[in-house]
């Protein structure tokens, strides 16, 4: 609906990364959540490596008790009748709202629309127990794209700050230039995949690159990955037949010394700042790359774990500040449950 309103977010993010937070009426919630919860857990150690965390993001759709057609104030009558037959009245009369602040918004999973709120949480991916990190409310109508530059630039303003984010996993409704961009500012690597729609909007000058944003040479083989260079922040690749000439199962090449008279093989180096979507730090398609992306669906758990545990979709709430409460409290028998368990 708002086009290139994720990158005016990130923006804004930027400029105030040294900002306080501001987070309203929630701010004693939120301080109460973190520091009487959250820091009891990464004590507890329930949370993995605090100075390294590895986090993923999803959004999660609540409907509300309210109708989305007010309440009568009025004495009109229900039914009147007209042309012979009993119709029913809809009057013009003004309604009570008791959710204000709910809306219809699209609910891609059950692919149905519903009148409510969203929510957005960050919890921890190396946590056997799924745990929530920090989560925010959102309109039913905001998408997913627009939630987590938001979510993830109060959580990091909010944390201890011996907590450092390394790693956030989410899905293809995260993927957009922008968001690359932000956690490249906060040293944090995104493992998201590339969103159906937006494959084939991309060129590389350098060398061809396939749809992983793997290079390719000039027989139009993938090149082997060999490595990070921290130092001068570039992914390093090598001709497939020379990389594996020790393996068994080596790749078939009609232009053995075609590219390059070298033992070691063509060298290309890619550059993630080139382009920050493409270029990942651990390259796509790869099996580390596949590994830290199944962590994600810990977010979908964490969420599945509020709504049918602790059973808030049968909730009938009828207000945004209730169900931010109910949300935070289900988020704490979370971490409830783990310090029993453990």
Same mark, same amino acid.
């Given at each position: 609906?708002?086009?290139?309103i994720v990158?005016?977010?990130?923006k804004r993010?930027?400029?105030n ?18 520091? =009487? ?7 507890r ?6 100075e390294?965390?590895n986090?993923?993001?999803?959004g ?6 309210a ?14 009748i ?5 119709v ?6 003004k ?13 891609s ?19 056997p ?9 959102t ?7 627009v ?6 630039d109060?959580?990091?303003? &909010? ?6 984010i ?6 293809g409704?995260?993927d ?11 040293? =944090?690597?995104p493992?998201?995949?590339l ?11 350098? =060398? ?14 993938? &090149? ?8 001068? &922040? ?5 001709c ?8 068994t199962?080596?790749?078939? =090449?009609?232009?053995n ?11 290309v180096?890619?550059y993630?700042?080139?382009?920050f979507?493409?270029f ?10 596949l590994k ?8 979908e758990?964490?969420?599945?774990r509020?709504?049918i545990d602790?059973?808030m ?6 207000s ?7 949300y ?15």
């Amino acid at each position: 609906k708002h086009p290139g309103i994720v990158d005016k977010i990130v923006k804004r993010i930027l400029r105030n990364m040294k900002n306080d937070p501001v987070v309203a009426k929630y701010e004693i919630l939120y301080k109460f959540f973190i520091q =009487c919860v959250v820091e009891h857990s990464a004590q507890r150690g329930l949370l993995g490596d605090p100075e390294n965390l590895n986090i993923a993001g999803d959004g999660t759709h609540i409907e509300t008790g309210a109708s989305a057609y007010g309440v009568k104030t009025c004495d009109c009558p229900r039914f009147v009748i007209k042309n012979g037959k009993k119709v029913f009245n809809r009057c013009q009369c003004k309604r009570r709202f008791p959710d204000f602040y709910a809306n219809w918004g699209w609910d891609s999973y059950r692919e149905r629309y519903f009148f409510g709120h969203s929510f957005y949480e960050l919890n921890c991916a190396d946590s056997p127990y799924d745990l929530p990190l920090f989560f925010i409310q959102t309109q039913a109508n905001r998408h997913d794209s627009v939630s987590p530059p938001v979510a993830f630039d109060l959580a990091v303003k &909010m944390l201890p700050d011996y907590f450092h984010i390394s790693g956030f996993y989410a899905d293809g409704a995260h993927d957009n230039y922008a968001m690359y961009k932000m956690m490249y500012k906060f040293d =944090c690597e995104p493992i998201i995949p590339l969103n159906e729609t937006n494959k084939g909007n991309f060129t590389y000058k350098k =060398c061809e690159v396939n749809e992983q944003g793997i290079p390719c040479c000039q027989a139009g083989k993938p &090149m082997a990955y060999w490595g990070y260079c921290a130092d001068r &922040m570039r992914l390093k690749w090598r001709c497939p037949l020379k990389a594996f000439k020790n393996f068994t199962e080596k790749p078939e =090449c009609q232009q053995n010394n075609y590219c390059s008279n070298s033992e070691y093989g063509r060298v290309v180096y890619t550059y993630p700042k080139d382009n920050f979507r493409i270029f990942t730090k651990t390259p796509r398609g790869s099996e580390e790359w596949l590994k830290k992306y199944d962590k994600r669906s810990s977010a979908e758990r964490s969420n599945k774990r509020k709504k049918i545990d602790f059973r808030m979709l049968q909730a009938r709430v009828r207000s945004r500040e209730q169900w931010f409460v109910r949300y935070t409290l289900a988020a704490i028998c979370q971490h409830l449950d783990a310090w029993a368990k453990s």
